[in-house]
């Protein structure tokens, strides 16, 4: 399918795959498992909407952050429907993020 990107075959933590992590555990201190695993899953269903990141305008794509261009290239453009951040860094942050909120509130 044109919309999945199966890089389960490269595996490596980069930045965008620490930020899935973060923001999966904060939702799921806060929410709990499936609220956060469902914004993780919601947001990769998103990417499998958008045009991929190569097809940004050049001041798009070479954004920094913080700029308007660098949340057109977040929230526009992507890599598509990504299995890694699906099925590895989306659910470790929320399984991680329960376990921590088990821990701390019991």
Known sequence: MDFINYDLD???LNFNNACHIIICFIIALLFGFWWSYG???AWEIWNGICKWHYQAPTKVKYALFPSA???RKVLLYSDKFSMQDFLIWNLS???LGTIA???IWG
């Open 101 to 103: 909120k088990y821990l």
């Open 10 to 12: 490269k595996i490596k």
């Open 39 to 41: 914004a993780g899953c």
């Open 69 to 71: 261009n660098w949340f």
């Open 93 to 95: 942050g929320a399984f």
